[in-house]
């Protein structure tokens, strides 16, 4: 990782005012350091040092005693740190993070089985496909799983306006999806079922999702609602293409 963006970085995560102090710099290092098994420039607060050292320095130099791969989770992690969650700047220190270096991320969903085959159903419906990526990459490098969620609901929603030939919201998309599950044979238990989970669904991401700035979901509920998404959108379009054979 350039050492121009680990200076960028620890100016942010850093800041004087606005940043971690210095012994939660110490605090969370250490936590990464037992971690990855290294050793730190700087492991206690106040730093120790022949010269004067500011939070912005020593928190430079412990990053620089870890890998690319570690330094990327480091400063994601920090970064969306509740203290940063209304801080502009740490907002987009995460969005050039990932544009630059989104590759070291090690954690991955997309992929899944699952993903790559809801990526492959996907490919005829580009609108729907552009915003589901866009999902899945804010999750993957830990962006605030509400902004992930919102865009896999565009995806949803998107690809029933694409598969129905309406322009109505996801919400109001139950009736005229199971007409259409019902011409295609798929039975009253199985339309029942998923018209219930996507009117779950729709209520979950309005009250959690679509109308709040706050975080109010984890990692792990964010998991299951974009696997949740890729089935239904893998079940519908695979349905679809059965219909217009």
């Given amino acids: 990782m350039d050492i121009s963006f680990l200076t960028y970085a620890s100016d ?12 939660k710099i110490i605090s969370y290092f250490t936590g990464y350091a037992v971690d990855f098994n290294k050793s730190l420039t700087y492991d206690n607060y106040p730093f120790h040092s022949s010269k004067m050292v500011s939070k912005r320095q020593a ?27 209304e801080n502009e700047n740490a907002h987009e220190l995460k969005m050039k993070l990932v544009e630059r270096y989104g ?24 609108t729907s496909l552009n915003f589901y990526n866009a999902a899945l990459l804010k999750y993957e490098n830990g962006f605030e799983y509400r902004n992930s969620l919102d865009e896999m609901r565009l995806a949803f929603e998107t690809l029933l306006k694409e598969v129905l030939g309406n322009n109505k919201s996801l919400e109001n998309q139950l009736n005229e999806l199971g007409r259409l599950l019902k011409s295609s044979g798929i039975t009253p238990e199985l ?35 974009i696997e949740l998404t ?12 059965e219909i217009n054979l």
């Fill in 59 to 85: 928190f430079k130099s412990n990053l620089l005693c870890f890998s690319e791969e570690q330094q990327y989770k480091i400063i994601i992690d920090l970064a969306s740190l509740p203290t940063f969650r």
């Fill in 103 to 126: 590759y070291l991320s090690t954690s991955k969903l997309e992929d899944s089985e699952l993903i790559i085959n809801t990526r492959h159903w996907l490919e005829d419906y580009p």
């Fill in 191 to 225: 339309r029942n079922t998923i018209t219930t989970l996507i009117d779950y669904y729709t209520k979950f991401q309005n009250q959690y999702i679509k109308h709040t700035r706050e975080v109010v979901t984890n990692e792990i509920e964010a998991e299951v609602i």
């Fill in 230 to 241: 890729s089935i239904l959108m893998k079940f519908i379009i695979k349905n679809h293409v």
């Fill in 12 to 23: 942010i995560l850093a800041e004087t005012d606005s940043g971690l102090t210095g012994s």
